[in-house]
């Protein structure tokens, strides 16, 4: 039988001593399972660099290596701001769906006043949120419409007086595809009056986009060279447009913010820099998507025939189902299902889509992610490219294939949750639909009008820029060259 007394003393008294000590000095078994990890934190190598130089030459590579290293959430110290990265498709949804804990960021409205020139007044005012909630409305799918069709009158109308070079020479592809769909864009939406800001108002439009990225990280406005005198001439510009008599012929999405601005008691100037703000990413991104929807399938061993051929079967068997309509602005306006261009448009978004969720941590006490405690006020950015190229997700990522998304059976090929090229959640963009829907009817009416094919004997390249990251379409460092003529057609397929 087993009795205390036969315990040596000394080893009692020694393993007594130890777990008072350990009852002293240790938490409870709860705290050590509440307790969470701390999180990394990646900082520059050097003191006088305000931002990790590897984050601003390949970010693509920079996530990747520190996501590999450190976890799917790190911290990241730039331009005097801790920020939070989130790289993984999983803990990128739980953000997403709690939108109790993880709130819209107060960086935002600086950003909106930084970038724009917001006065205080306007990020205050109450106008302010009765103008998203009516670009909402006017934006959804049953509204934006209207808007689309008058995008496809308009862009008819463009490709139809586009002047082609001489026969046999090359011009840049970036130029053809931007200034097209932004000429369609901007007259779609402001209405015809907008034509006469083309090209001096395109042209500073494009500088703003090239260094709206560097404002939006914290660099200060002035510190930016032209950025001031870009931005000012654009709102300048844009209230000269509102005051033409045309403009009453533009889009439901500015009148509806104009009319909410002058009751609201807004100037001029702020219902144009409002105006800037929302139309920025509708006219900067969705150019820049159908320029790498072209760029990547004429890099592809298929080439554009894929789109060609589909498109063409699409019109005949449109004209047969309504003769006597034989124009293409009515076919754009009533576009049959295209699957092989849907899973291009997915694949570009996929491919060539860099979008920063920012969130601010809002629960008293934190919040987790993951294995790791967030404290109150702490800013979180989901980075769902780094999702967009993960090789768990995505078979080889990195090589675009426009057949990715095409499914026979009716199931989407990936998880809703890792294809997320306009954000998500409460700051989802609000324009997606509308971008889309213009990608689409773009494409389709510059490929039946157009033959556009690479250059051989005068080759360039063209690569990812590294400097224009969350804001959607990542903007081209080059171009290509590419040899464009006008289509042969029946005498009866009019435009």
Request: proline residues 8%; hydrophobic residues 40%; neutral net charge.
């Amino acid at each position: 039988m087993f009795y205390w007394e036969n315990i040596n003393p000394p080893w009692l008294i020694i393993t007594s001593l130890i777990a008072v000590l350990g009852a002293l000095f240790t938490p409870s078994w709860s705290a050590i399972f509440r307790r969470k990890a701390v999180l990394p934190t990646v900082r520059s190598r050097w003191p006088w660099e305000s931002t990790p130089r590897a984050l601003e030459e390949d970010p693509d590579k920079f996530f990747a290596e520190t996501s590999g290293k450190h976890g799917p959430a790190f911290a990241v110290h730039a331009n005097g701001r801790k920020m939070i990265y989130v790289t993984n498709a999983t803990l990128i949804a739980a953000i997403y769906k709690n939108s109790k804990s993880f709130v819209m960021s107060p960086l935002q409205g600086l950003w909106a006043k930084n970038c724009f020139g917001f006065p205080n007044r306007m990020l205050s005012s109450p106008v302010l949120g009765d103008i998203m909630a009516s670009m909402h409305r006017d934006l959804s799918p049953k509204v934006v419409s209207s808007l689309l069709q008058s995008l496809a009158s308009e862009g008819c109308s463009i490709i139809d007086a586009r002047v082609l070079p001489p026969a046999g020479k090359h011009q840049g592809l970036l130029p053809f595809i931007l200034d097209l769909a932004f000429d369609a864009s901007t007259r779609s939406v402001f209405g015809p009056g907008m034509a006469a800001l083309s090209p001096a108002f395109r042209e500073a439009f494009w500088a703003f986009d090239t260094n709206l990225p560097r404002v939006a990280f914290g660099c200060p406005p002035q510190k930016v060279p032209g950025f001031e005198k870009h931005r000012e001439y654009l709102v300048t510009e844009i209230i000269s447009t509102l005051k033409d008599e045309k403009h009453h012929e533009g889009s439901e999405l500015v009148s509806s913010c104009i009319s909410l601005g002058v009751n609201g008691g807004w100037s001029d100037s702020d219902i144009a820099r409002i105006l800037l703000g929302i139309l920025w990413p509708l006219l900067a991104n969705a150019p820049n998507a159908i320029f790498w929807l072209f760029a990547l399938q004429l890099q592809h061993p298929d080439g554009l025939k894929p789109l060609v051929d589909e498109i063409d079967l699409a019109w005949e068997l449109w004209r047969k189902k309504n003769p006597g309509a034989n124009n293409y602005v009515e076919f754009a306006k009533d576009l049959p299902e295209l699957p092989l261009l849907k899973s291009a448009i997915d694949e570009t978004l996929r491919y060539a889509s860099s979008s920063y969720s920012m969130r601010q941590v809002h629960e008293e006490g934190g919040t987790a992610i993951g294995s790791y405690l967030l404290q109150p006020g702490e800013q979180v950015v989901c980075v769902t490219r780094s999702v967009h190229l993960d090789e768990n997700i995505y078979d080889d990522p990195l090589r675009y294939d426009p057949n990715r998304f095409l499914t026979h059976t009716g199931s989407p090929t990936v998880p809703s949750h890792a294809h997320m090229p306009f954000g998500g959640g409460i700051s989802i963009c609000e324009g997606r639909h509308y971008a889309v829907g213009k990608i689409r009817i773009l494409t389709v009416l510059i490929l039946l009008e157009f033959v556009i094919e690479l250059d051989g004997r005068s080759p360039a390249t063209v690569k990812f820029a590294p400097d224009n990251r969350g804001f959607g379409m990542i903007r081209p460092d080059g171009d290509l060259n590419v040899k464009i003529r006008r289509r042969s057609r029946p005498a009866e397929s009019q435009k």
